[in-house]
């Protein structure tokens, strides 16, 4: 099992430090977190710099649409908004204990929050694409994020790929004794969820026990509880002015969005 998302491109953007990517990222979501609601001119610029980045990195702008659709069931949780705002009522639903009123105040907010959402994880998903994850791991150390919370990261995604090759294993292995004759009765649903929760079981075990080995190995190996890096990379001066005209320009889209960009 593959976790790293990252796709191999000669460019610019892929050769970057990966400290500068991810403040530029971060930077870059909290300027459209700050937008006011109904910023559409400013959300559709901020778009069309992502595109626009995504086509410099030669990874296209439909590869990282699509892998951002991954969080657009997350925006459901921002429909009530729909029917408890007040503002502008566009119509209602009697539906008999309680009448539910769709506003327009509730349609902006709505669609802000979304096109934010959206617009944010895809930079993020534009960063994970050009940046590989040992990268990411050591911009957070060097970022001095704290070390127990890298550990933590960099233990489940490596963890993530043993325990899913485990439960294959333990699922083959009883598709193997699971003998079926033609035209006989299937088990019930009874009996195949009690199954799985004995494989659930066993699979927690087997795990506890593998993470036991694993941390054995890797102390008999010198780890500290940290991932020790062998030279110090200090940003470069290139690296320096990008980062500041970065931020130059995220604080002057968030103060023009405000000012003279219009919104509804």
């Known amino acids: 099992m593959n ?3 990252y796709v191999h491109r000669e460019s610019a953007i ?3 430090d990966a400290r500068l990517k991810f403040l530029l990222v971060v930077g870059f979501i909290l300027a459209l977190s700050l937008l006011p609601v109904g910023s559409f001119a400013a959300l559709g610029i ?3 710099l992502v595109m626009a980045v995504s086509v410099f990195a030669r990874l296209g702008p439909w590869r990282v649409i699509r892998g951002s659709f991954v969080a657009l069931p997350f925006v459901f949780a921002a429909a009530p908004l729909l029917f408890t705002k007040h503002g502008d009522p566009i119509g209602s639903v009697d539906l008999g204990l309680f009448t539910l009123t769709l506003s327009g105040e ?3 907010i709505v669609a802000t929050i979304t096109l934010k959402s959206w617009i944010s994880v895809q930079a993020a998903t534009l960063l994970v694409f050009s940046t590989t994850f040992h990268d990411l791991l050591e911009a957070l150390a060097r970022l001095r994020m704290p070390k127990l919370m890298v550990a933590i990261i960099s ?3 490596r963890y993530l790929a043993v325990l899913t090759g485990e439960a294959n294993r333990m699922m083959r292995a009883r598709a193997s004794r699971m003998a079926t004759v033609a035209g006989a009765r ?3 649903v009874r009996w195949q969820a009690r199954v799985v929760g004995n494989m659930v079981g066993a699979l927690f075990i087997r795990s506890y026990e593998r993470s036991e080995r694993v941390y054995l190995a890797m102390q008999s190996r010198g780890y500290s509880g940290h991932i020790a890096h062998v030279h110090e990379r200090p940003l470069g001066a290139g690296s320096w ?3 500041v005209a970065g931020a130059i320009l995220l604080a002057g889209f968030s103060v023009s969005s405000r000012v003279w960009l219009p919104h509804s």
Do not use: C, K, S, T
């Open 3 to 5: 976790l790293d998302r």
């Open 14 to 16: 892929h050769r970057a």
């Open 46 to 48: 901020a778009w069309i």
């Open 106 to 108: 509730g349609v902006r």
């Open 155 to 157: 233990l489940m995604y």
């Open 186 to 188: 299937r088990p019930g």
């Open 241 to 243: 002015l990008v980062l």
